[in-house]
């Protein structure tokens, strides 16, 4: 089994920046580097939504309302996927997972970010 875990949310006002990290561990034949890794959040009341993604050769995509805010990027050696979110809005406000794309693993605890106004 693989297990994930995110890190790095927190309280930060509107037009901050947090960096979340996702950490896989467990079982060796994951294949983690050649996996298509998301980012997504789920606000309350709201359903899990997919953010970002990132292929195994590092091409990346984003969701409109995060497209030039938001950089996904990944170290294999390490087993985590980043995200780096700049100029954020409270409409951002949620917990944040990652995952695999797909055939998804067991889902990680999720880090809360919450941007005030």
């Known amino acids: 089994q693989v297990q994930l875990v995110e890190s790095g949310g927190g309280l930060v006002q509107a037009g901050g920046s947090l960096r979340l990290s996702c950490k896989a561990s467990?079982?060796?034949?994951?294949?983690?580097?050649?996996?298509?890794m998301d980012w997504y959040r789920q606000a309350p009341g709201k359903q899990r939504e997919l953010v970002a993604s990132?292929?195994?050769?590092?091409?990346?995509e984003y969701v409109d309302s995060v497209k030039g805010r938001f950089t996904i990027s990944r170290d294999n050696a390490k087993r985590t996927v980043y995200l780096q979110m700049n100029s954020l809005k409270p409409e951002d406000t949620a917990v944040y997972y990652c995952?695999?794309?797909?055939?998804?693993?067991?889902w990680g605890p999720g880090t809360q970010v919450t941007v005030s106004s």
């Open positions: 467990g079982s060796i034949f994951s294949d983690f580097s050649g996996s298509v």
């Open positions: 990132i292929t195994s050769d590092r091409s990346t």
């Open positions: 995952n695999r794309h797909g055939s998804v693993w067991s």
